[in-house]
Structure formats: C-alpha cells, structure tokens
C-alpha cells in the first residue's frame, strides 16, 4: 500500500476507527459459558476517570488500564468466563457474562446496573450508530444508540426474535433494516434482512454453519460459510464460493475505508483445530475471494484492521503482519511477542490483537504483558506487566 498509515493520536477522544467485529468473533462452533455466577464487585478504590481506557479479562475478573500509559487503574472482580467487546461510545465496553450482556463503564470504573439478560450472550455488533447485541441461548436480537447509554439507564430499542434460538449474529444498517442470521441449535442455514417495521426483504438459507460478520466500504455486509461468504449489498444477497468443497470463514474484519473484507480461512472440517496458515480476501465489489498464504498460523483473536483499511493478521510467528487488502501483499511484519501456539481450548488465553486508529494493542499471557505499537513506524509506544495473565482485550471506541 503507498498510501501511509495515518498516526491517530492516543491522547484527546476516543478514536473512531476501530476492528468492528474480530473481538466479538468466537473461537469455536459452540458458545459454552461458565457455570460460575457472574457479579460484579467493583474494588474498594475511588472511582476517577479512566483515560480512552482499554478492558482486559482475567481469570476472576476485568482490568482497567489507561489507553495512553498502559497503567492498571482498577481492577474488577467478575467470575466466570467472560469476554469484552467496545459498545460504540467514548466510555463503555459490553461485557458477556454468564447471566447475560453487562455494560461497563470504563472511563468510570463501574459496572454499570444496565444489563441485557439471557443465556449464552454472543456477538456484539457496532455499525451505522447502533449497538446489536445477540443472544445465543434466546435468539433474542437488541438494537440500541450507544450514546444513551451516558444516562446509565437501559437504552430504549429495537427488539427481535429469532424464529429459533442459535449461534448467531445481527446487524442494522444506516437504513433501519436488520440483517440476522437464520438456524437452531443443531444447524445455521444463512440470513434474513428485515425493513425497519421487520417486514422480510430478503433471506438466503445456502450459507452452512453461518457465523460472524463484518462491513465493508459502502455498507456491504458479509456473513461467513462453511463454503465460502454471503454477502448483502444494494438489497440483495450473493454468494462467493471458496474454492474449496469445506472452506470455511468463520471469522471477519471488515472497515468503512475499504471494500475488502479480511476472514480467517479453514479447510479440514474433521480437525480438532486446525491451525491455517491462509487468510481470505473478499472484494465485495467483485464478488471476488482471493486466499494468501501468511506462512504462520493465527487464531480468532488475531484478526484486525488498520486506518488506512489495512488487514492486520496477528502470527503465531509473533508479529503482526500488514497487509494491502486490495493486493494481497505484505508490507510489513511488526514484531511484538514470541512465538506461541492457538490452544485448543477457544476459551483459554492466547496473544490477542485490537486495534482502535493507528495504534495496536497486542496482550502476551505468557509473560503477562500488553504492548501498545505504533502501526506506522512498527515501534513500541509503550508496555506494561499486569498481575495476572489476561484473555480477551478490548477498549471504548466512538462512532463506527
């Protein structure tokens, strides 16, 4: 790409350009949730305000840090399994507990009393100004404005139900249709798109195994198949096919700059975990899919992009790769951390990758680090040992 990377600034606002779906991607066919009961105890500490604050889980609860320093600010005590997503404004993160989705105040330091109950809580969505929040364990679909969420009061919004509860996820365009996927427990089929009086536009049910979304440039929207993507665009679906018989691309990134969607890219459906080493590249213009082979493997939380809509795959190699979407080509490789293997178990810790502007956040288990990068010069602003080894990373992000 010659066009440069565009250095955002950590200090001032919350940035606005962020990975919309990559950290709420699921590592797995199967949304398994602790049995612990999840309640917030927020430490005895004074509650001052976090700035542009990052939110990393741990075994027993939720650090807070300041997105500039790295510094833990405060902890949060939260059992269970629990997994952090931005909720699209200036101060608050969506957590996924066992009870159901919480919203954080990060910038306060709070668990906030705002929560969206239900079993099995999984995607959670940002685009065109609202919130979309699937539950799994319903199939219940709630569509809300971030920005209400300042009056610490549950947001007034959009409700949807599911003909059948499932593995799912949603999203509402800019003009008020709603996107959902389509399945039961035992299989997911493809999408429906809904007009803002939920009034059926459309549907496509030759998507195996549907799961996880991203946006493209234009507002095109692609879920992934077992055989490739869906792709939503203009008021109609389209198929691209993988090249394989089991392609699957169960994960996304997509950006508003670019319209090139970045997806994870698997070929053995009998794997206990397969580990690939190729990524897929879809133009949603051309309906086109190209595969590029990385030469490191990664997992489902190392998927992201960049300012520029750059694609951004973190390694098993340990370094963050820079991709040109549009030719497939590697800039650049960023090293950041060592050389780690994806376990095989979707919930236990590995390097985890999130990008909010030109910075990229990348956590280390291992040695119990976070490492803030600069994605235009390569080079280390920052890092910080925390006290416990950390899961998923996330942070506030505005706008999207």
Same mark, same amino acid.
């Given at each position: ?23 709420? *991607? ?80 990060? /910038? ?6 705002? =929560? ?48 059948? /509860? ?49 946006? /493209? ?93 750059? *694609? ?27 050389? #780690?293997? =994806?376990?095989?178990? #979707? ?24 490492? /803030? ?6 080079? =280390? ?20």
């Amino acid at each position: 790409m010659n066009k440069s990377i565009r250095t955002r600034a950590l200090t001032g606002t919350a940035l606005a350009l962020a990975v919309s779906t990559v950290l709420s *991607a699921c590592g797995g066919e199967e949304k398994a949730s602790s049995d612990a009961k999840a309640e917030g105890t927020p430490s005895a500490k004074p509650a001052t305000a976090v700035n542009q604050p990052l939110v990393a889980s741990f075994d027993g609860g939720l650090y807070l840090l300041d997105g500039e320093s790295l510094e833990l600010r405060k902890t949060i005590d939260l059992p269970g399994f629990n997994r952090v997503n931005p909720a699209g404004d200036e101060d608050h993160v969506v957590v996924s507990t066992d009870t159901g989705f919480r919203v954080l105040d990060a /910038a306060g330091g709070t668990l906030t009393d705002i =929560e969206y109950k239900g079993s099995k809580p999984g995607h959670v969505v940002r685009h065109a100004g609202k919130t979309v929040l699937f539950t799994d364990g319903t199939g219940e679909v709630n569509v809300f404005d971030p920005a209400d969420l300042s009056s610490g009061k549950k947001p007034q919004g959009r409700t949807y139900a599911s003909a059948e /509860a499932h593995h799912g996820v949603a999203i509402e365009l800019a003009n008020g249709e709603l996107l959902s996927t389509l399945g039961t427990e035992e299989k997911r089929t493809g999408a429906l798109v809904l007009d803002k009086d939920d009034k059926e536009l459309a549907r496509y049910e030759k998507c195996p195994g549907v799961h996880g979304e991203a946006a /493209a440039q234009n507002e095109a929207v692609g879920v992934g198949c077992e055989d490739g993507i869906l792709i939503y665009k203009d008021g109609k679906f389209t198929k691209v096919e993988a090249p394989d018989d089991y392609g699957r691309i169960g994960n996304q990134a997509g950006s508003d700059v670019s319209p090139v969607l970045l997806g994870d890219y698997k070929t053995d459906a009998e794997a206990e975990l397969e580990r690939p080493t190729r990524i897929s590249l879809i133009d949603t213009e051309k309906k086109k899919l190209r595969l590029v082979d990385l030469g490191t493997s990664y997992s489902f939380r190392s998927l992201a992009r960049g300012p520029e809509g750059e *694609a951004l795959v973190l390694g098993t190699d340990g370094a963050v790769h820079v991709i040109d979407p549009a030719s497939g080509k590697t800039e650049k490789k960023i090293p950041v951390v060592g050389t #780690w293997q =994806e376990p095989l178990d #979707w919930q236990q810790p590995r390097p985890t990758l999130f990008v909010r502007g030109g910075t990229a956040y990348v956590s280390d288990p291992n040695k119990k680090a976070l490492h /803030a990068i600069d994605l235009e010069t390569g080079k =280390e602003i920052t890092s910080v040992t925390l006290p416990q080894s950390t899961n998923e990373l996330s942070g506030v992000v505005a706008g999207h």
